[in-house]
């Protein structure tokens, strides 16, 4: 059910310059699901009444990103003056005048937070009856993360930025988590006190926290065990290290539901990703997107597989694949590179050093090696010989193939579309077909072969390859004269 008393505030404006990248900070991926998409999904969770976003640097692809991942959440744009308490004083004008519950303060680059944790702290805000609660949590090196700074009784005192921060307060492992829940009468009424009187020049949220203490209202801070959970990503060191500790979980969830996953250190599966109990995820593997994996299925190693489905029993080795379908019980691979729009039946094979694009193979149909399929269909139990091409291209237009079932065409056939061939249709090795083939019939191009003598010792005398054609030529003029002496 929907809380009515609870606003959530995302703060996503800031610049990220430490990413040192195009790529606004809160949009850098894990598990396949942008920064911010993690804290939205986090939020959507909590069923607040209202949902806030606070944007500003690169507005407009943060804000179809916000439309996206979260509809109903509403886009408040921050001014030109600086700082987090900023972002949230604006963001407060967007409730309702009657509104009197509890406001939420997440940041758009703490990905790992999790629901329950956030409903714990929103419990004890409630329960305490404290004017504000923030998470606080413990780390080995809390080098530029606000300090928790408490008085003699253990009670919260105030936060200090680490730039503003004295030696002995930087010594404090103690950190604050940048998540808090506020009363909004009483944060309303701080932020409009607040100054940007510090080295950023900023408005800082943590400031209300020591303007609530000077009012003689209470602060809580709560400790959180799991530091990893509320760790923000300011660089891309700290992406790659939350990236793999997220993977790491994903990955053992699904071990845990019954997937084998042989090295879970080179395997990768993003979020929306699903994989059916007795699949089996063989080393340097990726699977990303929505890919698919049904019951039996084995994938990997070495193979990357983009929103693509795989078939229960089926086996992908050493593939690369993006928006595929690969039916039950096919095989693909190895090396195999397998493009939009590409669908393998059941039971179908694509072997080695085969590109496939926008075909549709049929059942029991198989493509073993060497050949590219483009803009094609192949027909159940067609089988396609050695270095097969559907030369779809005519440097305009693409065209289509059709290889009607059970065909069996020769190595090296070029198959020039758009063009037809029928149901058991056979193709000649060397053929370059370019008219329609009817069901039943061989097609062939055949060229006379030419011979001509002696052209190596005319054009490469002195060669080794002249040499041992002398060589041979004398030893069957030797073997000829020696038959005609008998």
């Known amino acids: 059910m929907t809380d009515s008393r609870l606003a959530i505030v995302v703060l996503a ?14 949009l850098h991926e894990l598990a396949g699901v942008p920064l911010l998409g993690h804290v939205l999904n986090t939020a959507l969770a909590l069923d607040a009444a209202h949902l806030l976003v606070v944007v500003r640097h690169e507005r407009d692809r943060v ?8 509809a109903s959440a509403r886009l408040i744009d921050q001014d030109e003056v600086p700082g987090t308490g900023r972002a949230v004083e604006q963001a407060l004008t967007a409730l309702p005048a009657d509104f009197d519950g509890d406001v939420l303060i997440l940041s758009g680059d703490v990905p790992l937070l999790d629901a329950d944790t956030l409903r714990a ?78 080295v950023q020049g900023e408005k800082y949220l943590t400031d209300v926290v020591a303007a609530l203490r000077a009012a003689g209202m209470d602060v809580n801070a709560v400790p959180t065990p799991d530091s990893w959970k509320v760790e ?22 699904w071990q845990l539901a ?26 340097n593997t990726q699977l990303k997107g929505a890919t698919v994996v049904a019951a039996g299925a084995e994938v ?32 693909v691979g190895p090396f195999s590179y397998l493009r939009p729009g590409t669908e393998l039946g059941a039971d179908g094979k694509i072997g080695a050093f085969v590109e496939v694009k926008n075909g549709k193979i049929g059942e029991r149909a198989k493509v073993p090696h ?33 290889i009607g079932p059970e065909a069996k065409t020769g190595a090296h056939t070029v198959f020039v579309a758009p063009v037809r061939v029928g149901a058991g249709a056979y193709t000649a090795a060397g053929a370059t077909i370019r008219k329609d083939v009817p069901p039943g019939a061989l097609a062939m191009a055949v060229s006379p072969q030419r011979n001509l003598e002696r052209w190596v010792h005319a054009n490469r005398p002195g060669s080794t390859a ?18 005609q002496g008998r």
Do not use: C
Request: proline share 3%; no cysteine; glycine share 12%.
């Open 121 to 198: 702290l929103v419990a004890a805000h409630r329960d305490g009856g404290d004017s504000g609660t923030l998470l606080s949590t413990v780390v080995p090196d809390p080098t530029g993360y606000g300090r928790i700074v408490r008085d003699a009784d253990g009670a919260l005192a105030r936060i200090v930025e680490h730039k503003d921060a004295s030696s002995v307060e930087r010594a404090i492992d103690e950190i604050n988590a940048g998540v808090y829940v506020f009363g909004v009468a009483a944060l309303r009424d701080k932020l409009a006190g607040l100054s940007t009187a510090n």
């Open 466 to 483: 002249d040499q041992a054609a002398r060589d041979a030529q004398g030893s069957a003029d030797a073997q000829h004269e020696e038959g």
């Open 63 to 70: 804000a179809a990103a916000v439309a996206e991942l979260a």
């Open 258 to 283: 019954g997937v084998t996953v042989q090295d879970p250190a080179t395997t990768w599966i993003d979020l929306a990703v699903r994989l059916e109990p007795d699949a089996t995820i063989l080393p």
């Open 232 to 253: 923000g990503i300011n660089d891309r060191a700290q992406l790659s290290e939350a990236a793999a500790r997220l993977n790491a979980l994903i990955v053992r969830g």
């Open 300 to 331: 990997g190693p070495d193979t990357t597989l983009v929103d693509t489905e795989v078939g229960a029993g089926a086996t992908v080795k050493r593939t690369d694949a993006t928006l595929a379908v690969i039916g039950a019980g096919a095989t």
């Open 13 to 26: 404006a800031g610049q990220g310059t430490r990413m040192k990248s195009a790529t606004p900070k809160v």
């Open 370 to 402: 060497l050949s590219y399929i483009g803009d094609a269909e192949i027909g159940a139990g067609a089988n396609i010989g050695a270095g097969g091409i559907t030369a779809n291209y005519d440097g305009v237009n693409k065209h289509r193939t059709e």
